[in-house]
T-cell receptor, first 112, second 111 residues
Framework: DSGVTQTPKHLITATGQRVTLRCSPR?????VYWYQQSLDQGLQFLIQ???????AKGNILERFSAQQFPDLHSELNLSSLELGDSALYFC???????????FGPGTRLTVL | SQKIEQNSEALNIQEGKTATLTCNYT??????LQWYRQDPGRGPVFLLL?????KEKRKERLKVTFDTTLKQSLFHITASQPADSATYLC??????????FGKGTMLLVSP
């Protein structure tokens, strides 16, 4: 158990809908990262927050947004969903610069 | 553009042998490199970190080398066991403590 929690575990929704994925980092970790993993693309970095502020952006679509709250939990919002957004979404946390990342169990999103 | 390459073909070895996985990269000058293990449907788990000024790092049956001239890291598992079967991902520092991951190599250890 990494100490990172993600909810929900599974999510099935329809195209055009909007969903919110939630992540709670390990106790004391200030950084939260979001990743998307699909079979053909591998693990793709989406966005990083550090202590409530956006710190780095990766291949995140404009339809996706995220935020980190004062209690350090984070939410990833995915809107206008398309079939191609079906993937595993992972959240990871770390304690600081160059620290290792601890991954949550993931949310499996299926868009029908 | 930056690229990380890991062998996409699964590596099949027998129990007790040494598994060697390769990670090559181009257009990167990472300050460090990490290896993670991922089991199907689960999140990656950190294994080892090696910095650019380190040639080799060991942890129990695991050994990682980092050659910044060749732009290559090798990951070794000695005395491999069926429980070592998983996908192994290499990840490079991309700045601001973010990581860029390779697609991973699946290792299958047969009894």
């Amino acid at each position: 158990d990494s100490g990172v929690t993600q909810t929900p575990k599974h999510l099935i929704t329809a195209t055009g809908q909007r969903v919110t994925l939630r992540c709670s980092p390990r106790s004391g970790d200030l950084s939260v990262y979001w990743y998307q993993q699909s079979l053909d693309q591998g693990l793709q970095f989406l966005i990083q927050y550090y202590n409530g502020e956006e710190r780095a952006k990766g291949n995140i679509l404009e339809r996706f947004s995220a935020q980190q709250f004062p209690d350090l939990h984070s939410e990833l919002n995915l809107s206008s969903l398309e079939l191609g957004d079906s993937a595993l979404y992972f959240c990871a946390s770390s304690g600081g610069i160059t620290d290792t990342q601890y991954f949550g169990p993931g949310t499996r999103l299926t868009v029908l | 553009s930056q690229k990380i390459e890991q062998n996409s073909e699964a590596l099949n070895i027998q129990e007790g042998k040494t598994a060697t996985l390769t990670c090559n990269y181009t257009n990167y000058s990472p300050a460090y490199l990490q290896w993670y293990r991922q089991d199907p449907g689960r999140g990656p788990v950190f294994l080892l970190l090696i910095r650019e000024n380190e040639k080799e790092k060991r942890k129990e049956r695991l050994k990682v080398t980092f050659d910044t001239t060749l732009k290559q890291s090798l990951f070794h598992i000695t005395a491999s066991q069926p429980a070592d079967s998983a996908t192994y991902l290499c990840a490079l520092d991309s700045g601001y403590s973010t990581l860029t991951f390779g697609k991973g190599t699946m290792l299958l250890v047969s009894p």
